[in-house]
């Protein structure tokens, strides 16, 4: 055993019971080097989240590899490790038999071996295995990192003895399917909420005869967009550095300050694009097309940035009120009119061509009622808002709750037979 090995065996060994042994990961499992004849099997999906389930219950947006010849062979028991997203926990005991990546690992419990597939799903999964797994992989960087065969054969594991495996996974099915419930009810709650924020703001959106009915260009002085330059992972927080948003900065009407990388202290930039307090910036290209177009107004500036070439500076005309504006491209006949942008032969790769955004239809009251349905938004809006950040708060807690309980339970610090 490795220094490494023992290491994280000490760091366990106070907290298992001396019931328990240890072994190494080579002992119980070997890697499987079976492959498709033709990818006619199901193909999985390795998923931090979720484990190992079937890709036709995802929602994927890469595409699909044409050929699957020579995909992994996965039976049902065997563990599959994402080489390259260990690190996030991307693994998992498979319940079906089917195919995985050939960049994928596969292994099949050894015969014999004391290996109850639902325990030790839990104990892989736990925080600190992946953290393990995390600290032994190999790689230049973090989003680099992989966990290889060798590496992973020769970690130390704790071993139960197979009828308190079986009662542990048992106990954690029971457990984690009661939080599990919990979550899911907070998040029909949270998806309830948005449908009703959507519904008041096009309610107070809905023109009036007195309306006038025109295009976005009418009502803007001017539209920016930034540049691509090679930026750097980390915040622009010393003084004197500059960061160029990313696209995640404007996610579903609100301005994150945080989500940009930081420039190069040689990177020369156009004063023209760094972003003011007051700017109304629009997301113009995202991996996700329910992002596209997303819309907010600058509220507050933490470091000092400039516009990618992924997003829009919108400035308003004097007649137009910029919150009222924000709130126009929030709403439901906008978003109708971006998903039909990015749809089309310009639209490719979920990108909203500027000419599409500035030909959209908008209806606008006098700068007055603009500025008493902005203010009426706001008020409206912050009450809905303040319960789906409750709600997002109380999922999080649910969630290190059941990470918690998985951790407890596959070290031996719950004692499941006293529980029965």
């Excluded at 990108?351 to 009426?376: D, G, V, Y």
Aim: proline letters at 5%.
């Amino acid at each position: 055993m490795t220094q490494a090995q023992f290491d994280f065996e000490q760091a366990w060994a106070s907290r298992i019971p001396a019931r328990w042994r240890w072994t190494r990961n080579k002992e119980l499992l070997a890697e499987s080097q079976a492959v498709t004849a033709d990818g006619s099997e199901e193909l999985l999906s390795v998923s931090h989240l979720t484990g190992i389930t079937p890709k036709s219950e995802k929602h994927v947006t890469m595409t699909a590899a044409e050929n699957l010849d020579g995909y992994r062979l996965v039976e049902t028991g065997d563990l599959v490790i994402n080489t390259m997203w260990a690190w996030m926990g991307a693994l998992g005991v498979a319940r079906q038999r089917g195919i995985v990546s050939p960049a994928y690992g596969v292994y099949s419990p050894r015969p014999d071996a004391p290996f109850n597939p639902a325990f030790y799903d839990y104990l892989y999964r736990s925080r600190p295995y992946v953290m393990e797994m995390t600290r032994l992989s190999r790689g230049i960087w973090s989003s680099r990192l992989r966990l290889y065969p060798d590496v992973f054969l020769r970690m130390a594991i704790p071993v139960p003895p197979p009828d308190e495996q079986r009662a542990i996974a048992d106990y954690l099915d029971r457990e984690t399917a009661r939080i599990d419930t919990l979550i899911e009810e907070q998040q029909s709650l949270i998806e309830m909420l948005r449908e009703r924020r959507a519904a008041v703001v096009d309610a107070a959106l809905a023109p009036l005869n007195s309306w006038t009915r025109t295009t976005l260009k009418h009502l803007l002085s001017g539209i920016d967009q930034g540049v691509s330059p090679q930026a750097e992972a980390g915040l622009a927080d010393e003084p004197g550095t500059w960061g160029v948003l990313k696209t995640g900065c404007v996610n579903r009407g609100v301005f994150r300050p945080e989500e940009h990388k930081r420039l190069p202290s040689d990177f020369a930039f156009d004063p023209a694009i760094a972003v003011e307090v007051g700017d109304v910036i629009v997301s113009r290209a995202s991996g996700s097309p329910d992002l596209v177009g997303s819309a907010a107004i600058v509220e507050r500036l933490d470091y000092q940035l400039i516009l990618s070439d992924k997003l829009f500076r919108l400035r308003a005309k004097q007649s137009v009120e910029p919150r009222f504006l924000v709130w126009s491209l929030n709403s439901g006949q906008y978003r109708v009119q971006v998903g039909h942008a990015i749809s089309g032969a310009e639209g490719l790769a979920n990108n909203l061509p500027l000419s599409k955004l500035r030909a959209f239809e908008t209806h606008h009251p006098s700068l007055e009622e603009q500025r008493r349905i902005a203010t009426h938004l706001d008020e409206q809006t912050t009450k809905i808002d303040t319960l789906v950040e409750e709600t997002e708060r109380f999922i999080e807690l649910a969630c290190e709750r059941r990470a918690a309980l998985i951790t407890a339970a596959v070290t031996g610090q719950i004692d499941i037979q006293e529980m029965a």
